[in-house]
């Protein structure tokens, strides 16, 4: 079956780089996608990756994809304590009718 | 934009008792709307999919008639917990897309429902 794996929690200083890790397992997932959770909102979609990418960068956010080992990665450059949230991987098979297969989330923690 | 309301955004209820929660999509009109149930330090899981106007299809383990989902329009989907229990406290979590390759997602804030 589906399983998206993520480590809880990531604690890093303001102004360094965050990089939050995930693993999946379904190798025919054809988006992979990163959302933010903070408190009292609603999951806002960050960044998405297509299945034959390598790499995505965004502003300060660079998604990496290696689709051999299965393994996602977000970095978010210089972070800023406005990214104090909760990070969530997941996976789709695509497709307007699917819902989405997520991990547990890495609570990323900004020390100042 | 985009933007996916929930409501109630909490709720207290007595063992027996059905709870109904609305999903609406305020700003697009959203073709699939999809329920997930999260409990603490756990990832969402998906229990069922509906798109406006069929019957809702739901995924292994969740059961139908405990959980009625009504996609009666393009803006609106509500999801009632019948009977409800304690171990259906959690936290429930809808999602409204508009279709497309990419499978976008917006999603509500979520309704904490407590069962004493």
């Known amino acids: 079956g589906e399983d998206v794996e993520q480590s809880l929690f990531l604690s890093v200083r303001e102004g360094d780089s965050s990089v939050i890790n995930c693993t999946y397992t379904d190798s025919s997932s054809t988006y992979l996608y990163w959302y933010k959770q903070e408190p009292g909102a609603g999951l806002q979609l960050l960044t998405y990756i297509f299945s034959n990418m390598d790499m995505k960068q965004d502003q300060r956010l660079t998604v990496l994809l290696n689709k051999k080992d299965k393994h996602l990665s977000l970095r978010i450059a210089d972070t800023q304590t406005g990214d104090s949230a909760i990070y969530f991987c997941?996976?789709?098979?695509?497709?307007?009718?699917?819902?989405?297969?997520f991990g547990k989330g890495t609570h990323l923690i900004i020390q100042p | 934009g985009a933007v996916v309301s929930q409501h109630p955004s909490w709720v207290i209820c007595k063992s027996g008792t059905s709870v109904k929660i609305e999903c609406r999509s305020l700003?697009?009109?959203?073709?699939?709307m999809f329920w997930y149930r999260q409990f603490p330090k756990q990832s969402l899981m998906l229990m069922a999919t509906?798109?406006?106007?069929?019957?809702?299809?739901?995924e292994q383990g969740v059961e139908k008639d405990k959980f009625l989902i009504n996609h009666a329009s393009l803006t609106l989907s509500t999801l009632t917990v019948t009977s409800a229990h304690p171990e259906d406290s959690s936290f429930y979590i809808c999602?409204?897309?508009?279709?497309?390759?990419?499978?976008?997602?917006?999603f509500g804030p979520g309704t904490r429902l407590t069962v004493l």
């Open positions: 997941a996976e789709s098979m695509g497709g307007g009718a699917d819902g989405l297969t």
């Open positions: 700003d697009f009109q959203a073709t699939t």
């Open positions: 509906s798109n406006e106007g069929s019957k809702a299809t739901y």
């Open positions: 999602s409204a897309s508009t279709g497309g390759g990419l499978n976008e997602q917006f």
